[in-house]
């Protein structure tokens, strides 16, 4: 008995393989992964030329393999590096599209403005001559005002337009009343009385209205792309935990380590991977999403009759027909405003200024509201843009699983090539918490993706508040954009002054929005602008 047990266990010993999956007895080569391994900038030292017994190793199964333990650590930390590698460059090109965005629109805005001015000081000239001529410096420090509003200084649009009026009705009726003696206090005086004398008839009141929605709404939507960019940055420097390194490895390179080089990741067992990697990032969905939402909304704000283009390009016709309102009625004007500030002194210039006031009067022809296309496709990139968070783990895996005819069965599932049985985990930190590839605890989310995710909540509220009309301070705004205030005015371009600020007279250019997460590709080969292509979407 004892005999027939040893016979059988001799022969079992000589028709078992001996390792790997080929069942030969002879032990294999390890020149593909010697080669795979000089090729990532690795030295052969130490590197074996047959399979050796894989007890050694801590992430890798620990079958018969031609890794060493350094080996498995320097491909170990080769795949975290990758990866980073990939995050970052997906994270650079979103960075890269919405700065373009926010370069474009905020030009745009520019060249609205610069439009508008240059328009008022051409019909202006021609229509008020004199009028105009001797008190430009109202008119440009309006613009100059509205110009440093939009770039993110500490601007009260309120205040810019109640002191714009006020100097106008004093220079209006300095210049219709030349004949007399007029001094500062007499002025002041008069600038009080607009708000009973209401000079200008109800173009102030809704001069106002409009010019402060429409412009909180812009500089309110272009501090949303600043802000986005900025949130996209910081998170793409995040690096991967320990955890998650271990796990890409096992994904990666432990099939080379195992003679299967050829071998690529079941699609389950990836996104398992890469939603385990990049949780705390998913997390940004619900407010990345709301943020984007309101945005939307706002850029509805831009078309139509009282979109940015309309408002903006009629400001000198609006205000050309309040002077014109002020100079039919200066008569009576001037009577209210005798008998509140008092009379005047003659002694001035001996012509009349009403008179000559009413000699330059040209009805201004509105010949602006067709100069610039409306600002079109916002609305369809930010809806693109919205799920970019959670879509990272299926952009980064789809060119690195197996596909095809019985790829379910033959795949590496991270222990060998066979189907992958458990379930796809959800999106986000919570739902992590049964990842059977990567470790994480759940109750220490990432710092910094959690005050990025407060940095959204915030501006999605600022939004919400300039969609009700609200201005939006926005020089406390936190860590997210250089230095103080909005970041996006430098000295030169937030200078007081009349002069005109040099335009960007192109439309603005609409910039592929690549959420476009890159490709990590399974052996080394990484396709990052294969994906890109996937969310290439017309900006601005």
């Known amino acids: 008995m004892d005999s027939l047990i040893i016979a059988a266990l001799a022969l079992c010993s000589l028709t078992a393989p001996a390792h790997g999956d080929k069942g030969t007895s002879k ?45 498995e650590d320097s491909l170990a930390v080769l795949s975290r590096r990758e990866m980073e590698g990939l995050l ?118 809704a001069m106002k209205m409009m010019v402060t929605r429409t412009f909180v709404s812009a500089r309110s939507f272009i501090r949303g792309l600043v802000v986005s960019g900025e949130v996209v940055r910081k998170v793409s420097q995040v690096q991967l935990s320990q955890e998650c390194m271990r796990a890409m490895m096992r994904m990666t390179y432990c099939p080379h380590c195992r003679g299967m080089s050829s071998a690529r990741p079941c699609a389950n067992y990836c996104s398992n991977v890469m939603k385990g990697c990049l949780a705390n990032q998913a997390d940004l969905n619900t407010e990345w999403r709301h943020l984007a939402e309101t945005m939307m909304q706002v850029a509805g704000r831009f078309d139509g009759p009282s979109g940015v283009d309309a408002v903006v390009l009629s400001l000198p016709s609006r205000i050309s027909e309040a002077m014109l309102t002020m100079t039919d009625n200066m008569e009576t004007i001037n009577s209210k405003l005798f008998q509140a500030c008092g009379n005047l002194r003659e002694g001035g210039t001996s012509s009349t200024g009403v008179d000559e006031m009413k000699r330059g009067r040209v009805t201004l022809m509105n010949l602006l509201l067709s100069t610039l296309p409306q600002v079109s496709d916002v609305t369809v990139r930010l809806r693109d843009l919205q799920s970019y968070w959670v879509s990272l783990p299926s952009l980064l895996c789809s060119d690195r699983v197996a596909t095809g005819t019985g790829a379910e069965e033959k795949c590496w599932n991270g222990m060998s090539r066979a189907r992958y049985l458990p379930e796809v985990m959800g999106d986000g930190l919570a739902s992590q918490i049964n990842n059977p590839e990567v470790e994480i605890d759940i109750t220490k989310p990432d710092m910094t993706i959690r005050q990025q995710i407060m940095q959204l909540k915030i501006m999605t509220h600022r939004l919400k508040n300039a969609l009700n009309g609200q201005d939006v301070d926005f020089q406390d705004t936190s860590d997210d954009v250089s230095g103080s205030g909005s970041g996006m005015c430098t000295e030169e371009t937030c200078s007081k002054g009349p002069r005109l600020v040099e335009p960007i007279t192109d439309r603005p250019v609409h910039y592929p929005y690549p959420p476009e997460n890159k490709k990590v590709k399974a052996g080394a080969r990484i396709h990052i602008f294969d994906i890109f292509v996937i969310f290439v979407i017309p900006l601005l």
């Open 88 to 205: 970052k460059e997906a994270g650079r090109s979103l960075h890269t599209s919405l700065t373009g965005q926010y370069k474009a629109f905020d030009g745009y805005i520019l060249e609205l403005i610069n439009r508008s001015a240059i328009s008022l000081q051409d019909t202006f000239t021609a229509t008020w001559g004199l009028t105009y001529s001797q008190n430009s410096q109202v008119f440009s420090d309006l613009y100059t005002d509205l110009r440093q509003y939009c770039r993110g200084s500490n601007v009260n649009l309120e205040e810019v337009l109640n002191e714009f009026w006020a100097r106008l009705l004093e220079k209006l009726f300095y210049q219709a009343n030349r004949q007399n003696v007029i001094g500062e206090d007499y002025l002041e005086c008069v600038s009080k009385q607009i708000e009973t004398l209401r000079p200008f008839g109800d173009i102030p009141r």
């Open 27 to 71: 032990a294999r080569s390890c020149s593909d992964i010697r080669q795979f391994y000089s090729g990532k900038g690795f030295a052969l030292d130490g590197v074996p030329q047959f399979e050796i017994s894989g007890e050694h190793l801590r992430i890798c199964p620990q079958g018969y393999t031609c890794c060493t333990s350094d080996m």
